[in-house]
């Protein structure tokens, strides 16, 4: 006999803490039952479940690592290329200054040609006025002087070689007289 049952046959009444012999098998082969049902049942189901959720975890993982590589190459790229349009535009700013320095010269070039030009053909134009208006002047003045003369001297001067040479020679006086003043 055991201890749990000589106290219930000594008439004590029974301790609690002590559970009698086939409580403790009865309960020693359930909870090994339910340990072998445990332990091949749902251990494996558990830990399979376990390792989809780390294999997902993990997949997860990677492609946040793999996205943010991604970004990271994308970014790099971004700022390479727009370091490289702002050269681009810095280089195209350069050239239209240029373009437009070089424009504004030819233009100025043009512009003094076309001067140079105009300043040519008006004093050419000039230079042509004049003459016309000395031959003119010289017709006017031989015709007044061939009358004078002619008033003077009291007889015509019709003939036109003799008129023509009498006002070439007052002409020529009248130009020496004012050079002669000049010179002075």
Same mark, same amino acid.
């Given at each position: ?104 010269? =030819?233009? $100025? /070039?043009? *512009?003094?040609? @076309? ?6 053909? %008006?004093?050419? !134009?000039?230079? +042509? ?30 003939? =036109?070689? $003799? /008129?023509? *040479?009498?006002? @070439? ?6 130009? %020496?007289?004012? !050079?002669?003043? +000049?010179?002075?």
């Amino acid at each position: 006999m055991n201890s749990a049952q000589m106290i219930v046959a000594a008439g004590e009444p029974h301790n609690p803490l002590f559970p009698a012999t086939p409580d403790l098998v009865w309960g020693a082969v359930c909870f090994v039952a339910i340990l072998l049902i445990f332990w091949r049942l749902v251990l494996p189901r558990m830990k399979a479940t376990l390792d989809e959720r780390a294999e997902v975890i993990e997949g997860g993982i990677k492609k946040a690592e793999n996205a943010q590589a991604e970004a990271a190459a994308a970014l790099e790229e971004y700022n390479k290329q727009l370091a490289d349009a702002r050269s681009e535009a810095a280089k195209i700013r350069e050239q239209a200054r240029t373009d437009a320095t070089r424009i504004a010269n =030819d233009v $100025k /070039a043009q *512009a003094q040609t @076309d001067a140079d030009r105009i300043t040519a053909n %008006a004093t050419a !134009q000039i230079e +042509a006025e004049r003459q016309s208006a000395l031959v003119s002047l010289r017709s006017e003045v031989g015709s007044l002087a061939i009358d004078l003369a002619s008033g003077v001297i009291g007889e015509s001067l019709s003939d =036109d070689a $003799k /008129a023509s *040479a009498i006002v @070439d020679r007052f002409l020529a006086d009248l130009e %020496a007289d004012e !050079q002669s003043k +000049a010179g002075k």
